[in-house]
């Protein structure tokens, strides 16, 4: 084979060097007709890629053209043989051009067959030419439609709220930024999701219909890419909400990487909350985020709110009132006219707001001594909207002195507390109930899955029980008389949403069941993931469920309107400070005795405590959605203390 090639290849050599020629022949250049020709259709192809304006652009060129050509062959063989024109060349070339563009023109000419026949062959044309003319037109408006929908076009707003990824907690935020919004003029919210527009406002359509005069405007993009992130304009915002997804493999990365594209271009620009799902990596979000990005670290505060709920009956009703737009929130009030007066007159000094605290250089302090004088500093209010906080009506109602309460009260004693479930944030659930048990306190943790961690405590002494916690018969062999709370975590950590919440409910419903043989009151506190299903809990008696995703979803919404929240939600929430306590009403008043709401108050000062708000046994059913709970009622509001009844304060214990 070698040699054959070789010899094949020698005989090539020769017959080339005899002047033969080889079967491949080297290509010619191209002729200067080709060259033309293929530049022409070069620069045509290069012009129609130009889309629906070039199309139309040359639709018109043809027209232009072919009504020249007509008119020029009309007018040089004087085809209309009755001048109807009278204007020469271009009055003949502006009949042409109708010709072409209305078919039934052609209906009123008159003349030889000649003219008519060349006014028909123009009409057929110009048939051809309109045709096509609309359905370019047709087709270009189509695509304009579907780059809308598709949402790619740059947000001109200002002082709007951006909101940056999707989860199921959107549906919440949007909920909740609507009704902040019903005193803002022409308020609008931008959402801008790596998931399609149409879908998008499909969604919101359905599960928040009223949007109480918002807009709500959806962008397809993914927040963690510069050129995308832009078309939010979130410059130009008021603030912004970063949303952790949820389906992601490590979503505190995304979170972190939009954070870089958000600040990329300076310290400047609108406030942003941001969710952090796992508290390792808060340290490098703060690094990224600077000074105008507040963290929420999903996970600690779920947890604490569990803790803070767990401890009383009713507590997360009172929560929930503060967090969300729904009733009564927290405010600040800079402008006011209680300058040299002490903080004890400030409780009484409103009608329809509550005093809770001050803003002092910058600090906040909730329920600061009575004595504290005010001079400059922002008072702290819960208040039903703050649009009405510049006309707040002054209480003309005093407390009467002589129905103040005489007991001391002190409650602390061992607690005994069932946690049953055990997830991610089980441990810090244990840490923050050690802060508040007394010694010799007890807690058992009865879990069907997962390794309980359990931290090093020093008041409660914990017991771990594997077993299954949807068992009748095991659920009643540790929930029985003389527990302070039960606490019932979902496996999220283990199942998915679905049937995590459906091992809770069952849970709830052997729970509530077997706590119902007994007349004391536990409060028991659970945890959903979706918050439909708080709906079926609330069908199963449980006065207090902590839905995770919807808590943190009123939280980061009161953020994203004002940052100074953050310290005041560290407070509420934290074992430090002045946490919420319903404690018996008759530490501050009387019982069996009317008494005004201002009367609580001053029985709540005389105890260094901040009241703000009151529980009544005659409201406290399932059947009421704040379980008898009234926030920041009216200073004039009258109650009848009964034995059972609760006021809700702020104190350090």
């Not at 609108?270 to 508290?279: F, H, Y």
Request: aromatic content about 6%.
């Amino acid at each position: 084979m070698a040699r054959t090639g070789q010899q094949l290849r020698q005989r090539t050599k020769k017959a080339m060097s005899e002047g033969g020629t080889s079967s491949v022949k080297p290509q010619g250049k191209p002729s200067a007709e080709q060259r033309f020709g293929d530049r022409a259709r070069y620069a045509f192809d290069n012009s129609m890629a130009g889309g629906t304006p070039a199309l139309i652009a040359w639709l018109s060129v043809v027209t232009l053209v072919l009504i020249a050509v007509f008119t020029v062959v009309t007018t040089v063989f004087r085809l209309r043989s009755v001048d109807t024109t009278g204007g020469g060349f271009f009055k003949e070339l502006f009949y042409s051009l109708l010709h072409a563009l209305d078919p039934g023109y052609i209906g009123g000419d008159v003349g030889s067959w000649p003219f008519l026949l060349t006014m028909l062959l123009l009409t057929i044309a110009g048939l051809f030419i309109v045709s096509a003319l609309i359905g370019v037109i047709a087709t270009g408006i189509d695509a304009k439609l579907a780059d809308l929908r598709r949402g790619r076009s740059i947000v001109l707003e200002r002082d709007h709220t951006v909101v940056l990824g999707w989860s199921d907690s959107i549906f919440t935020i949007v909920r909740e930024l609507t009704i902040a919004n019903e005193s803002r003029r022409r308020p609008v919210i931008v959402i801008l999701a790596d998931k399609d527009k149409v879908e998008m406002e499909d969604e919101l359509g359905a599960k928040v219909p009223d949007t109480r005069g918002t807009r709500v405007i959806c962008r397809s993009g993914s927040p963690m890419d510069i050129d995308d992130l832009a078309l939010s304009s979130h410059a130009s915002a008021r603030s912004v909400i970063l949303l952790a997804p949820e389906e992601s493999e490590d979503p505190d990365s995304e979170v972190i990487k939009t954070l870089l594209a958000l600040t990329h271009s300076g310290p400047d620009g609108p406030r942003i909350v941001a969710e952090i799902r796992n508290p390792t990596n808060l340290e490098a979000a703060r690094l990224v985020g600077a000074d105008r990005t507040v963290l929420l670290d999903i996970r600690e505060t779920v947890a604490k709110l569990v803790v803070q709920t767990s401890r009383q009956s009713g507590a997360a009703a009172v929560y929930t009132e503060l967090f969300d737009y729904d009733g009564d929130e927290i405010y600040f009030l800079e402008d006011h006219a209680l300058h040299g007066t002490t903080y004890a007159d400030a409780q009484l000094a409103f009608e329809q707001a509550s005093v809770i605290g001050l803003i002092t250089g910058g600090v906040t302090k909730l329920n600061p001594p009575a004595d504290t004088p005010i001079d400059g500093q922002t008072l702290i209010v819960v208040a039903e909207d703050d649009s009405a906080l510049g006309s707040a009506a002054s209480a003309t109602t005093r407390p009467d002195l002589d129905l103040l309460g005489t007991e001391e009260g002190r409650d602390e004693h061992p607690t005994q507390a069932v946690l049953i479930g055990w997830n991610e944030r089980a441990a810090i659930v244990l840490r923050e109930l050690d802060h508040y048990a007394p010694a010799g306190s007890t807690l058992t943790v009865l879990t069907s899955f997962g390794q309980p961690a359990v931290p090093d405590l020093e008041n409660l002494a914990v017991t771990v029980v594997v077993g299954p916690t949807t068992d009748r018969a095991t659920l009643e062999a540790h929930v029985g008389p003389g527990l302070d709370q039960v606490i019932v975590l979902c496996y999220s950590d283990h199942l998915g949403v679905q049937a995590a919440d459906a091992r809770t409910l069952v849970t709830l419903l052997h729970v509530r069941d077997i706590l119902s043989r007994y007349d004391d009151v536990t409060p028991v506190v659970s945890e959903m993931l979706d918050d439909r299903n708080r709906v079926l809990a609330q069908v199963a008696h449980v006065d207090d469920v902590v839905v995770s995703g919807e808590i943190v979803s009123l939280l980061v919404t009161q953020l994203s309107e004002d940052q100074r929240l953050e310290s005041v939600f560290g407070e509420l929430l934290g074992n430090e400070g002045s946490e919420i306590y319903l404690r018996p009403a008759e530490w501050y008043v009387q019982p069996g005795h009317e008494v005004t709401f201002a009367t609580i108050v001053a029985g709540a000062t005389r105890r260094n405590e901040t009241a703000l708000g009151y529980r009544s046994v005659s409201l406290a059913d399932d059947q009421h959605r704040d379980f008898g709970v009234r926030v920041n009622p009216a200073k004039s509001e009258v109650f009848r203390v009964q034995p059972g009844d609760r006021v809700v304060v702020l104190a350090e214990v």
